[in-house]
């Protein structure tokens, strides 16, 4: 389990022109919901974005104010399109001893046997949803892919249990498989050599006459 604070201030208006004003000003205005009645909040744009470089939905975080200490989730964000910038975060609040439903991310380990061979990896998800206690929960789940041959794929199922924690995403998911070149590549390369083949031919013939 991974866990990182963050300070935060109340918030008592919770209008457009307040948030915009909010954001001119490096701040990142946000909701806390889940246990109580949601709350405004207002995080430092700066501090978060130097704690989360990717946000993730499998961190814990302690949000805490003068008064006050959140346990929380991110559970949404939104982001400007032009800028990439964090307009808003919505925060989900736990409870530490009770049962919690989020996503862990994937991360694939290692150079497959099929990739070193000539295929190609290709990954179809990059998290899982898991549910355990707060305590249980995995920063991310590794998995070795390096036995993979091409052909050969790993699913779900396939996933060494987590103490713990238990994957509520279906079992018979593919998470990833390393597949053969496609023919549209292949052919693509054989393309392209023989034109470079017809080049030079070409340029031997012109070489050939102007000698004549």
Same mark, same amino acid.
Do not use: W
């Given at each position: 389990?991974?866990?990182?604070?963050?300070?935060?201030?109340?918030?008592?208006?919770?209008?457009?022109?307040?948030?915009?004003?909010?954001?001119?000003?490096?701040?990142?205005?946000?909701?806390?919901?889940?246990?109580? #009645?949601? $709350?405004?909040? &207002? @995080?430092?744009?700066?501090?978060?974005?130097?704690? *989360?470089?990717? +946000?993730?939905?499998?961190? %814990?975080?302690?949000?805490?104010?003068?008064?006050?200490?959140?346990?929380?989730?991110?559970? #949404?964000? $939104?982001?400007? &399109? @032009?800028?990439?910038?964090?307009?808003?975060?919505? *925060?989900?609040? +736990?409870?530490?001893?009770? %049962?919690?439903?989020?996503?862990?991310?994937?991360?694939?380990?290692?150079?497959?046997?099929?990739?070193?061979?000539?295929?190609?990896?290709?990954?179809?998800?990059?998290?899982?949803?898991?549910?355990?206690?707060?305590?249980?929960?995995?920063?991310?789940?590794?998995?070795?892919?390096?036995?993979?041959?091409?052909?050969?794929?790993?699913?779900?199922?396939?996933?060494?249990?987590?103490?713990?924690?238990?994957?509520?995403?279906?079992?018979?998911?593919?998470?990833?498989?390393?597949?053969?070149?496609?023919?549209?590549?292949?052919?693509?390369?054989?393309?392209?050599?023989?034109?470079?083949?017809?080049?030079?031919?070409?340029?031997?013939?012109?070489?050939?006459?102007?000698?004549?």
């Amino acid at each position: 389990m991974e866990e990182k604070t963050l300070t935060i201030l109340l918030k008592s208006k919770n209008t457009k022109r307040e948030n915009r004003r909010l954001r001119r000003e490096g701040k990142i205005p946000a909701v806390i919901y889940g246990k109580t #009645d949601s $709350q405004g909040i &207002i @995080i430092d744009e700066h501090e978060f974005n130097t704690k *989360f470089p990717v +946000i993730s939905e499998s961190i %814990i975080i302690n949000l805490k104010s003068d008064s006050s200490v959140h346990n929380v989730l991110i559970k #949404d964000y $939104q982001e400007n &399109i @032009i800028t990439g910038r964090v307009q808003h975060i919505d *925060f989900y609040e +736990i409870e530490r001893g009770k %049962i919690l439903r989020t996503n862990a991310p994937v991360h694939l380990k290692g150079t497959s046997i099929g990739v070193k061979e000539g295929g190609v990896l290709e990954t179809l998800m990059h998290e899982l949803e898991v549910e355990c206690l707060p305590k249980d929960l995995p920063k991310e789940i590794l998995i070795d892919i390096s036995a993979l041959e091409v052909g050969d794929s790993i699913h779900v199922r396939d996933i060494e249990p987590l103490s713990g924690v238990r994957i509520i995403t279906s079992q018979d998911q593919v998470i990833c498989i390393v597949e053969h070149r496609r023919v549209e590549e292949v052919a693509e390369v054989v393309e392209e050599e023989e034109e470079e083949g017809e080049g030079v031919l070409e340029e031997e013939e012109e070489a050939e006459s102007s000698e004549e």
